[in-house]
């Protein structure tokens, strides 16, 4: 089964594309109470917003994403903790027996991870020009301070 053009987005924090393209709205670093829930159109290079009402109208039961996005997420605070998770997407679809399954990776690269002193632990390193072997350094380092 092909995976939706669409990918969820969980924001914790506001970062990238919120404080980008809602200037002034929320400083970056605000906590969202609860976490912001948005879908993006994939197929769009800049991954576009898309309105609810489009994803209905493709027959996605939107509450149902939302909530399965959400669990994820509280699922990935508890286990990265002490790390502050800031957003992160997935793409979700329908399996085969039709409920919801995350169809992507979670990875540094689909994330904003930091730590306790505010570093990046994530994707954010290779757009503010890390070079490779810092990049490689510091997700080897990630993955080492994860549980099991």
């Not at 809602?22 to 917003?49: A, S």
């Not at 390193?125 to 080492?144: C, D, K, N, P, T």
């Amino acid at each position: 089964m092909p995976a939706p053009p669409f990918e969820v987005i969980v924001k914790n924090r506001a970062v990238g594309s919120t404080v980008r393209k809602y200037p002034g709205l929320f400083p970056e670093g605000h906590v969202f109470h609860p976490p912001v829930v948005k879908f993006d159109f994939r197929i769009d290079p800049e991954d576009q917003p898309i309105g609810e009402d489009y994803l209905w109208g493709y027959g996605v039961d939107v509450e149902e994403f939302r909530h399965t996005a959400r669990q994820c997420n509280d699922c990935l605070r508890k286990w990265l903790e002490p790390l502050d998770l800031w957003d992160f997407c997935l793409i979700i679809g329908p399996g085969p027996e039709g409920d919801l399954i995350i169809n992507s990776e979670i990875s540094p690269d689909c994330m904003r991870l930091r730590d306790r002193q505010g570093n990046s632990l994530d994707k954010d390193l290779f757009r503010q020009g890390a070079g490779h072997e810092h990049i490689v350094s510091v997700w080897s380092g990630l993955v080492g301070r994860l549980p099991a």
